[in-house]
């Protein structure tokens, strides 16, 4: 087991670290991990509303082979980043390819994944809501910044930025290759590659609502089976 901390940092003494530099020590385990990680640029300017879907309170987590003893993290919806603390300063955790960050508190787990969607690749953290070597099911959270408005008179003020949450964007997983989560009964046969009207049957009677979180598990759930 890797007895270390995620992400750095705290893994050895807080003086091992200056707090005029932008960067931390880089620490390397025996495999091959390593965390460099960068301090998070603070906003120059008044912002409405929270970048955190999950509230901004840091939270214990649970990283598989890893010490129990790990840095209390946060996710930054709208950076897409993990973020952690040491003193006063926020810093960015290291993206690290297949790694699941397990918030008990919450019930979520997030992965940090390469992905490929709408025929862009990208790198994040994705909740993952079922786990099978057939089909995964994840969740993208994402929250956007949006452009205020300048009063055009003396009577009203300037409404600052504000961050908005978009829609939860909902990916099928297999082989890496992932797919937008079907709307319909037609469109999940041909994805899940199984027969229409035995999943028709199902569909109807397990009343799945194809837009409901709890019946998409539900649905994914079945076909693994």
Same mark, same amino acid.
């Given at each position: ?11 050895? /003494?807080?003086?091992? &670290? ?17 965390? *460099?990680? =960068? ?8 912002? @409405? =509303? ?14 598989? +082979? ?21 003193? @006063?300063?926020?810093?960015? /955790?290291? *993206? ?6 397990? &918030?008990?508190?919450?019930? !979520? ?8 969607? +709408? ?6 953290? $994705?909740?993952? $809501? ?11 959270? !994402? ?11 003396? &009577? ?16 099928? /997983?297999? +082989?890496?290759?992932?797919?937008? &989560? ?9 994805? %899940? ?8 049957? %199902? ?11 709890? +019946?998409?598990?539900? $649905? ?6």
């Amino acid at each position: 087991m890797k007895k270390i901390l995620f992400i750095t940092g705290m893994l050895v /003494a807080q003086s091992l &670290f200056s707090q005029e530099t932008d960067i931390l020590n880089v620490v390397t385990t025996p495999d091959g991990f390593y965390s *460099k990680p =960068g301090r998070v640029r603070k906003e120059d300017h008044k912002i @409405d =509303g929270s970048p955190y879907v999950n509230g901004d309170k840091f939270e214990k987590v649970v990283i598989k +082979d890893y010490s129990k003893n790990v840095q209390d993290l946060r996710y930054n919806a709208y950076r897409d980043e993990m973020e952690f603390k040491i003193g @006063d300063e926020l810093y960015n /955790a290291n *993206k690290t390819e297949g790694l699941k960050v397990s &918030f008990p508190s919450l019930k !979520k787990t997030y992965e940090s994944i390469n992905y490929s969607y +709408d025929s862009r690749t990208k790198s994040g953290y $994705l909740v993952l $809501l079922v786990d099978n070597p057939k089909f995964s099911l994840y969740k993208r959270e !994402k929250i956007e910044l949006m452009t205020g408005t300048k009063s055009n008179n003396g &009577f009203t003020q300037d409404a600052n930025d504000y961050y908005e949450r978009d829609k939860d964007l909902y990916l099928v /997983a297999k +082989d890496k290759k992932f797919s937008k &989560f079907p709307k319909n009964v037609s469109e999940a046969s041909e994805i %899940f590659s199984v027969d229409k009207k035995e999943l028709e049957t %199902f569909v109807k009677s397990n009343k799945i609502n194809f837009n409901k979180e709890p +019946d998409m598990i539900k $649905l994914v759930e079945f076909i693994n089976k």
